[in-house]
């Protein structure tokens, strides 16, 4: 469809192909709709990955039961004075298992706190603990292997005990093997270092990006907190509203997905990719139009463009994109006659843009109080 599109001339924007990863996206070249799509492709895969994730829950459910069955038969034999006491090699791979086990449970606490949208996101030392535990696992599964190759060689231990280690074995073996092929590149492709160099190479496949960044903050927290309160709300259709009251805040305490999406904006702007401003007005809870592209700009500005950048990102660019830069984007003779008057400067404070003294749309000139008399009008329609 892209090819088609471009033959005829048609600039298309749109998701990525989730389930083909980068690479694809990269290679066709494809504008991305979203900025947070680059979390679904490639900085934290999870639907295209899914068997990865079947066998991370496999494993550690399976580590996790013989943990508890050994610790369980562990106790019971303490209970009983007359059981046979336990070889070392048995009592050394519950320990090894154990370990593994631990150090799995840990690192994924360190990752659930700085993978996308955790709490500490740009920690570089929880990356590194996430990574050293990992290795950990694989030193201890290497030990647990050698030790319950030795229980099947004695014949004195019970069968009992050598099912339990062997299983145990495969289990640490399968956990690891996900941990250092998958989770651990994972977690450092959403770090500083790995974040800069997918916009890297977005610049380099002249990919432009749209942000919708005010998306993100309508999921939860105190930026959807301030889109509920906004006053513009208030000219929207009742229907609309109470649809969007019934979209919950799915956001787990800690949730920092709206910086996160900041950091990566940041970092595409500071690579050269072209950002064009856009919302997703009325296509999701709590974008109205006009407003949502103010508040869009003010986080761009948030994210470290200049206010002239952000603005740009709203004008030429999308022209740019659209190819109509002849027609509309900036203020030359001949083009659109589609301007804001403002009171301040808003290459300063892209804020003034927020309370205009008029609009010129196609030519035609509407004042402040035309344009309020508009809104009421549409507040009261049926």
């Known amino acids: 469809m892209l090819e088609v599109a471009r033959a005829a001339g048609i600039p298309l924007v749109g998701h990525a192909p989730v389930n083909l990863g980068l690479d694809a996206l990269l290679e066709e070249r494809q504008p991305l709709a979203h900025i947070g799509t680059q ?4 900085l934290l895969p999870l639907a295209a990955n899914r068997v990865w994730l079947f066998m991370t ?8 039961m013989v943990v508890a069955f050994g610790t369980v038969a562990e106790l019971l034999r303490r209970w009983r004075t007359a059981a046979r006491r336990l070889s070392a090699r048995v009592s050394r791979a519950r320990v090894l298992a154990r370990l593994v086990l631990a150090a799995w449970v840990l690192a994924a606490v360190s990752a659930a706190l ?7 996101f740009a920690s570089l030392t929880l990356r590194v603990a996430f990574t050293s535990l990992n290795l950990i696992a694989a030193a201890a599964t290497v030990c647990l292997v050698v030790v ?4 099947w060689r004695d014949a004195s231990t019970s069968s009992a005990s050598r099912i339990q280690a062997a299983v145990a074995s495969f289990a640490s073996l399968a956990a690891v093997w996900v941990g250092l092929v998958f ?16 916009a890297r190479r977005l610049h380099e496949a002249g990919i432009p990006v749209q942000t919708t960044l005010v998306n993100y903050d309508a999921l939860g927290g105190t930026g959807r907190m301030r889109l509920v309160q906004d006053p513009v709300m208030s000219y929207l259709q009742p229907d609309v509203l109470a649809r969007w009251r019934r979209v919950p805040q799915a956001v787990p305490p800690g949730y920092r997905y709206p910086e996160f999406m900041r950091a990566v904006a940041g970092a595409l702007h ?3 990719v072209p950002l ?4 997703d007005a009325m296509g999701f809870p709590w974008i109205a139009p006009g407003a949502s592209l103010q508040y869009e700009l003010q986080l761009l500005t948030e994210s470290g463009l200049t206010p002239y950048e952000a603005i740009r990102a709203a004008t030429v660019v999308p022209a740019t994109f659209l190819k109509k830069g002849e027609e509309f984007g900036t203020i030359a003779n001949g083009k659109r006659a589609d301007l804001l008057l403002v009171d301040g400067n808003p290459v300063q404070d892209v804020g003034h843009l927020a309370q ?7 030519g035609r000139w509407f004042t402040r109080e035309q344009l309020r008399q508009m809104l009421v009008t549409l507040a009261s329609e049926p």
């Not at 319950?148 to 229980?151: C, R």
């Not at 989770?183 to 997918?198: F, K, L, M, N, T």
């Open 356 to 362: 205009p003294v008029g609009v010129m749309a196609r």
């Open 276 to 279: 064009m401003a856009g919302t």
């Open 183 to 198: 989770w651990v590149p994972v977690a450092w492709r959403s770090s500083d270092g790995g974040i800069e160099r997918v």
């Open 270 to 272: 500071r690579a050269g």
């Open 57 to 64: 829950a496999a494993a550690l459910i399976v580590l996790i």
């Open 114 to 120: 700085f993978l996308p949208g955790g709490p500490l």
């Open 39 to 42: 979390s679904n492709i490639y």
């Open 148 to 151: 319950t190759v030795g229980i």
